[in-house]
């Protein structure tokens, strides 16, 4: 014998949510004034652009290291700022719209501190190669300086450039004045 059924699908609905989460840190840069602060400054913003980094709006300097993430050298050269940003789009499904949009935001909820980790994380496997990146800036700055200063005092007859066993490096010019 058979039986008969009826079977009724209803719709169901959907919503979605964007989940984002941002982290920053700053690292001070301090130089010695070989040739004055704002000549050491401009040397700075010199060396970095050679390094890809690309005038900001604001007079900054700005390089974007990964999606996300950002370093930006602040229009006064005293200041690297790493920020990093993750996103994630999340969704949540019910049988009414306002079902849908309370799943979402429950999944929203959930996401949030996976994301703040993600940022935090992510900003923290990459602080050590900006700090790297922005000391060889600043060898080179204090390279140029030195050789300015040098040129200034008289005639540069030698420049020699060593690396000690601690790993410092050492610059030797001579100058016949």
């Not at 920053?24 to 704002?38: M, R, S, W, Y």
């Not at 994301?115 to 700055?141: F, H, S, Y």
Request: overall charge neutral; glycine content about 8%.
């Amino acid at each position: 014998m058979s039986r008969g059924y009826r079977v009724v699908v209803e719709p169901l609905s959907t919503a979605q949510r964007q989940v984002s989460a941002s982290d920053e840190l700053c690292v001070d840069v301090a130089l010695l004034p070989i040739l004055g602060e704002d000549a050491m400054r401009e040397l700075l913003r010199q060396e970095l652009a050679k390094e890809g980094w690309q005038p900001g709006a604001d007079g900054s300097r700005e390089k974007i290291l990964k999606p996300g993430l950002v370093a930006t050298l602040a229009r006064d050269g005293t200041r690297v700022s790493v920020s990093m940003t993750a996103e994630r789009q999340v969704g949540g499904s019910g049988s009414s719209q306002s079902a849908a949009e309370h799943a979402a935001a429950a999944a929203a909820a959930a996401a949030s501190a996976a994301v703040k980790r993600q940022a935090t994380t992510t900003l923290a496997k990459a602080e050590g190669d900006v700090r790297a990146g922005l000391e060889a800036a600043i060898q080179r700055v204090y390279l140029e300086a030195l050789q300015r200063k040098a040129r200034s005092l008289g005639q540069v007859e030698s420049v020699v450039r060593g690396e000690a066993a601690d790993g410092s490096i050492e610059i030797t010019i001579k100058v016949r004045t």
